[in-house]
């Protein structure tokens, strides 16, 4: 089976710009979450999705929103573009809401100029 | 709130040897989930352990074992018999059995020498 798939895996954009980016979960798997990881930290929770609906939100600004397919694949929009912006950004899926392991794509590193 | 604390920013151990990470937690849920992920350098973020608070029983994988102290909000992770495929960022991340969200320490980074 294949594992959770992200695109693009690597991403320039100047300040200002839009970006989207993709994550198809794991077949079966109905949880989408987006997390945020700066070099030389850990991952930031941004946002979480199950059957469609948002379950939770991190400490993110507006220009951060994203949104949960009928297939369960998932997009995640950041509008305005900041140097700040410049991180990996992974999307984890997992089969139910709570009490479940989650796995991790193999992310997509955004670079902002 | 929920917060995850490793403190060992980078260790080292020579082939063959066992290391151990650590990490504390707190959070006020009393049923949570606590996981060990590995992020090597291709920044694939791995599932090393998971273990259920409601288990007394510290979790095993392989060469992979934990040190689970619910009480002392304590996790650490033992690595034996190290590879050199074990070199990699490790992180410890909690997870409340209501919700999917994970908190995560800032990691260890492992490197085993030759």
């Known amino acids: 089976d294949a594992g959770v798939t992200q695109s693009p895996t690597h991403l320039i954009k100047t300040r200002g710009q839009h970006v989207t980016l993709r994550c198809s979960p794991i077949?079966?798997?109905?949880?989408v979450s987006w997390y945020q990881q700066v070099l030389g930290q850990g991952p930031q929770f941004i946002f979480q999705?199950?059957?469609?609906?948002?379950?939770g939100r991190g400490n993110f600004p507006d220009r951060f929103s994203a949104r949960q397919f009928p297939n369960y694949s998932s997009e995640l929009n950041v509008n305005a573009l900041l140097l700040g912006d410049s991180a990996l950004y992974l999307c984890?899926?997992?089969?139910?809401?709570?009490?479940?392991?989650?796995?991790f794509g193999p992310g997509t590193r955004l670079l902002v100029l | 709130a929920q917060t995850v604390t490793q403190s060992q920013p980078e260790m080292s151990v020579q082939e063959a040897e066992t290391v151990t990470l650590s990490c504390t937690y707190d959070?006020?849920?009393?049923?949570?989930?606590l996981f060990w992920y590995k992020q090597p350098p291709s920044r694939q973020m791995i599932l090393v352990i998971r273990?259920?608070?409601?288990?007394?029983q510290n979790a095993t994988e392989n060469r992979f074992s934990v040190n689970f102290q619910k009480a002392a909000k304590s996790f650490s992770l033992k690595i034996s018999d190290s590879q050199l495929g074990d070199t990699a960022m490790y992180f410890c991340?909690?997870?409340?059995?209501?919700?999917?969200?994970?908190?995560f320490g800032g990691g260890t980074r492992v490197l085993v020498k030759p």
């Open positions: 984890a899926s997992g089969y139910r809401w709570g009490e479940e392991t989650q796995y």
């Open positions: 077949s079966g798997h109905k949880s």
């Open positions: 999705y199950y059957e469609k609906e948002e379950r």
């Open positions: 959070t006020s849920e009393n049923n949570y989930y």
């Open positions: 273990q259920e608070a409601y288990k007394q």
């Open positions: 991340a909690l997870q409340k059995a209501a919700g999917n969200k994970l908190t």
